[in-house]
């Protein structure tokens, strides 16, 4: 009985991160700031695989939002795909696949996300202990016929910037160096 006990309880920690998924693109896009708040662990990471988000302690994550919410408008953040593995009954892994509806500095943008996550079980449910935000693309919506066709697919800079995945990605490297040779 007690490994029914354990699978069932996986099953409901599994159920309880994909909430905890789903609350964050719905409080980001509804600009509910205390509930962004309430989903992050008191000790966690949100940062960027690119370097320009990077904040540690959930003080500095809600300062970083504030910033990012400053040049953002209306946003619909979808997410696809969600892998959890779990590294004990307290610990998990996680990477999510989504994408990104949204006015940033005045322009309607569209963008593919995936997040490298951390969460952790605390007294109040499962938080996000680290989140790592990378970009496939972000674009004009003009800007996407194509956009796969070259390296420079983030443009939510002033300067167009390489996209975070997959060119830089080991396995990606691997892969075209063993065509190569």
């Known amino acids: 009985m007690a490994d029914l006990e354990a699978r069932i309880a996986r099953l409901e920690a599994e159920s309880q991160i ?14 509910r700031v205390e509930a962004v708040r309430a989903l992050f662990a008191p000790d966690a990471v949100l940062r960027s695989h690119d370097g ?14 504030d910033g990012r919410f400053a040049v953002l408008g209306p946003g619909h953040h979808v997410m696809h795909d969600i892998q959890i593995d779990f ?34 079980r605390t007294p109040q449910g499962w938080k996000f202990a680290e989140r790592v935000i990378g970009f496939l693309y972000y674009v004009p919506v003009e800007a996407y016929p194509g956009i796969l066709g070259g390296p420079d697919r983030n443009h939510a800079y002033d300067a167009p910037k390489p996209a975070d ?12 160096q063993a065509l190569a040779d």
Request: zero cysteines; hydrophobic letters at 40%; a negative charge.
């Open 165 to 176: 995945y997959p060119e830089r990605l080991p396995d990606w490297i691997a892969y075209h």
């Open 18 to 31: 994909r909430q905890l998924v789903a609350r964050y693109s719905f409080d980001i896009d509804d600009r």
């Open 52 to 65: 320009v988000m990077q904040a540690e302690g959930v003080d500095a994550i809600m300062a970083q939002f």
């Open 87 to 120: 590294v004990s009954e307290n610990e998990a892994t996680g990477r999510v696949a989504g994408h990104a509806e949204l006015m940033r500095k005045g322009r309607m943008m569209v963008a593919a996300i995936r997040y490298d996550d951390r969460y952790r």
